[in-house]
């Protein structure tokens, strides 16, 4: 009778657990963010949010507050727990207490995660990736000649990690979230540049002379250390915490485009390039 009794007290424990609800999300806004950007971006870099004709998918990285539960979980862990997506799952899971509990022990593995990630070093590339030359041949003019930047093609520019590690996606998400933290930048790992993204600014080009207009897409270089576990929940009667088993650590570095930003650079020469 006890055994049978244990039995359907462990499987009701894991249809709690893992029941799908609504995510509950606060979104962090930062109201200074705009001057913050504003200050960091050296003369060459200009915003084209206004002026970019693709538009581009906001991405604000919504802060997962931990429920009591999940928060009382965490703080037992012997390692650091940060993955968003693991702190949704505590928040979801629930454990009712029951007058038959007293005595109940039980360990229930809840997989391989990528727990936390520790930023070591963010720095910025603001020529990253070249996405568009505008060019005019003024060797045969008598007066200078005015050009300014206009989007040729549509453009795609993706960052990445920049070694293949398990769980990519979740170590993505919180190494964007630390990076956009750290530099309060608008980061994300894909971004666009429409064709006919215009800016107004008018660069001249001497008579007797080749001119060349670059835009670079700049980018943040993210380097630090992921840590990965097994995650046990331990029940004991009334009870509740997470042990983490087999820890190890991994040092991981991503590129990730600064969305809507561009950098220029204007050259004029009497050969071609």
């Known amino acids: 009778m006890r055994k049978k009794l244990s039995l359907f007290v462990l499987t009701g424990l894991m249809f709690l657990l893992f029941q799908p609800h609504n995510i509950d999300a606060q979104a962090v806004k930062n109201e200074g963010k705009k001057a913050a ?6 003369p060459s870099v200009s915003n084209i949010a206004k002026e970019n004709t693709y538009p581009n998918a906001m991405q604000d990285m919504p802060y997962l507050q931990p429920g009591e539960l999940a928060q009382q979980l965490i703080n037992s862990s ?31 593995y809840l997989g391989h995660w990528a727990l936390s990630y520790e930023s070591s070093e963010t720095t910025s590339n603001w020529e990253y990736q070249r996405v568009n030359t505008n060019y005019f041949d003024n060797r045969g003019g008598n007066s200078p000649v005015k050009i300014n930047y206009v989007q040729e093609a549509q ?45 107004d600014q008018i660069y001249n080009i001497p008579p007797n002379r080749l001119g060349y207009l670059y835009a670079h897409a700049p980018a943040v270089n993210e380097k630090g250390k992921v840590t990965y576990g097994e995650v046990y929940l331990k029940l004991r009667g009334k009870k509740r915490s997470i042990m983490v088993k087999n820890v190890t650590s991994q040092g991981i570095g991503a ?19």
Do not use: C
């Not at 964007?176 to 800016?199: D, M, N, Q, R, V």
């Not at 561009?262 to 390039?273: D, E, I, N, T, V």
């Open 37 to 42: 950007i504003a200050a960091s971006l050296p």
């Open 78 to 108: 012997n390692v650091k727990i940060d993955n968003p997506k693991l702190i949704h799952i505590l928040n979801e899971s629930a454990i009712s207490s029951s007058p038959f509990s007293f005595g109940y022990r039980a360990t229930i």
């Open 155 to 199: 453009k795609t520019v993706r960052g990445g990690l920049t070694a293949k590690i398990p769980a990519t996606e979740d170590v993505q998400k919180m190494m964007l979230a630390k990076a956009a933290e750290k530099s309060k930048l608008p980061l994300s790992f894909e971004t666009h540049i429409g064709a006919g993204t215009k800016k």
């Open 255 to 273: 590129w990730i485009p600064i969305q809507d930003h561009l950098s220029f650079s204007f050259m004029a020469s009497g050969q071609p390039k």
